[in-house]
């Protein structure tokens, strides 16, 4: 593929110093600053750091056909999504991040614009904003499926790991195209073939309930195939998007594209309080991955490619959605509390701080979010849950406050033997708790709750909201997504011996 003039000309103007690259050749190596974690972490230093792994560049490109009808259609320049990485990061600074991923999608040949244009601005954008951490990752155009970030670890070999993912296992990325690139056998490759990586990247599926039809009838993402992934690689296929981009559309009034009028874009199957039905539905699919025992975790990103203000539907990133992960700030930190579930997510920062604890009666050592405790059968356990409920505005310039937070627990029973099961009938809301429950201590509000006689294996999860439904409702058409706040954090396990 020749990269266009106005491609190459665009990156040499953010970093000159960098030489263009040329048919046949790759670029100059350029090795970046160096990442990880640097020795063993002290878990008490890991602190909630505000992120997005999903964010798009002028690099998610447009595509015009070539003028023979023939040859592979040309890139666009910011055809798709509008801002350089490095606005990218400075805005996400702005907003309150602490790190964050590029990842741009692709198309014909699309690998060397991420390793020849995409990452040079990356590292502009890490020199301009050292406050933030940024990770080289992409959207992946999914084989089998619709899209998922894949967030490569921080090192010397970030840009080539990606480029060997990207060119090989991108459905989009053959031109012509070709079939067999776009099969859930090939995903299960790409992901067997990304946890034989010396330092392997995380994934996560993006809006998996975008292409579903009505509440539980999937499109594009199905729940056997989100099994299959997990089964093929649990450390590298850990979760999906709780909680969707492209939030801003109910902002614009745009007569013109009714599906951008629906939170995420999900005009056949709503999402319910911002969040998509596999994480939102109680007893649903989430539920029903917990109760198997697997680690599967959502997250909530932007999904930035144009700013709602500037013709778009997106929010910048972190000017409405977050994912908190605890850690301390460091990539390698940072990329294995994403790996490990210590994470919650917020909308429109209805909190900034999430604890939730469990603990046995003997007094041992607790387990927190993303964590697992041991106990003997018929024991108690406490489950303590501390929160941030901020004072002052949010970015949109209303002041929410949590109304309601539900403590929700089900059983771990095991493997299912149906794949395409999407519900756990054991769960249910163990404790609703409201303004007389808990204890406000300025902006820091505390609960507990004490789960008698465990006799086998469970799991405990929190949500939270500032509205009075008891249950996330779709959403409508030109709903105002300021109005209507959840925050999600994920599991804690109870294993029972």
Same mark, same amino acid.
């Given at each position: 593929?020749?990269? &266009? ?68 259609? /040309? ?80 090192? &010397? ?8 993912? /990207? ?57 056997? /195939? ?173 002041? &929410? ?97």
């Amino acid at each position: 593929m020749r990269i &266009p003039v106005g491609l190459l000309a665009a990156a040499s103007l953010l970093m000159p110093t960098v030489a263009a690259a040329h048919e046949g050749h790759h670029p100059m190596r350029i090795v970046p600053p160096a990442g990880g974690t640097t020795g063993k972490v002290d878990p008490s230093k890991r602190q909630w750091l505000a992120g997005d792994h999903h964010v798009h560049s002028q690099y998610s490109v447009g595509w015009k056909p070539s003028a023979d009808g023939k040859s592979a259609p /040309e890139p666009i320049i910011a055809g798709d999504a509008s801002n350089p990485i490095p606005t990218n990061a400075a805005m996400g600074a702005k907003f309150g991040l602490s790190w964050m991923v590029a990842t741009d999608h692709g198309g014909p040949n699309h690998a060397k614009i991420s390793r020849d244009l995409a990452y040079p601005e990356l590292l502009v954008a890490r020199r301009r904003t050292p406050g933030v951490i940024q990770f080289f990752g992409m959207e992946l155009d999914t084989p089998g499926a619709e899209h998922s970030s894949v967030i490569v670890p921080n090192n &010397p070999a970030e840009r080539d790991v990606l480029f060997g993912i /990207e060119s090989q296992y991108n459905r989009r990325e053959p031109w012509p195209a070709d079939p067999s690139r776009d099969t859930e056998a090939r995903m299960v490759d790409a992901l067997t073939y990304m946890s034989k990586i010396p330092s392997p990247p995380v994934v996560i599926a993006n809006h998996p309930s975008r292409t579903a039809t009505a509440l539980g009838q999937y499109g594009l993402v199905s729940p056997g /195939e989100l099994r299959n992934w997990n089964d093929a690689a649990p450390n590298v296929a850990v979760g999906m998007e709780g909680a969707p981009g492209h939030q801003a559309g109910g902002l614009t009034a745009d007569a013109g594209d009714p599906e951008a009028a629906f939170r995420g874009a999900y005009r056949r199957a709503p999402t319910m309080g911002g969040h998509d039905q596999m994480t939102a539905r109680l007893g649903g699919f989430w539920d029903s991955m917990l109760g198997e025992g697997r680690h599967w975790w959502v997250t909530s990103t932007s999904d930035s490619h144009r700013h709602y203000t500037d013709g778009g539907h997106d929010f910048w990133p972190g000017e409405y959605s977050k994912t908190y992960v605890k850690a301390v700030r460091q990539p390698g930190d940072i990329l294995d509390g994403l790996r490990n579930g210590r994470v919650f997510t917020t909308l429109g920062d209805l909190i900034s701080e999430l604890d939730v604890s469990v603990t046995p009666a003997d007094g041992r050592q607790g387990a927190e979010i993303g964590g697992t405790l041991r106990v003997a059968r018929g024991s108690d356990v406490t489950v303590v849950i501390r929160l941030r409920d901020p004072a002052g505005t949010n970015f949109g310039g209303q002041a &929410p406050e949590v109304t309601r937070v539900d403590l929700i627990a089900g059983d771990v029973t095991g493997p299912v033997s149906d794949r395409t099961t999407d519900h756990n009938p054991s769960t249910k809301v163990a404790r609703r708790f409201t303004q007389k429950d808990w204890v406000r201590d300025g902006e820091r509000l505390s609960m507990v709750h004490t789960i008698r006689n465990v006799t086998g294996p469970i799991y405990v999860r929190v949500r939270g909201t500032n509205g009075t439904e008891l249950e996330p409702l779709a959403d409508t058409a030109g709903e105002n997504p300021w109005s209507d706040l959840w925050f999600y954090a994920n599991p804690i396990f109870v294993e029972v011996r």
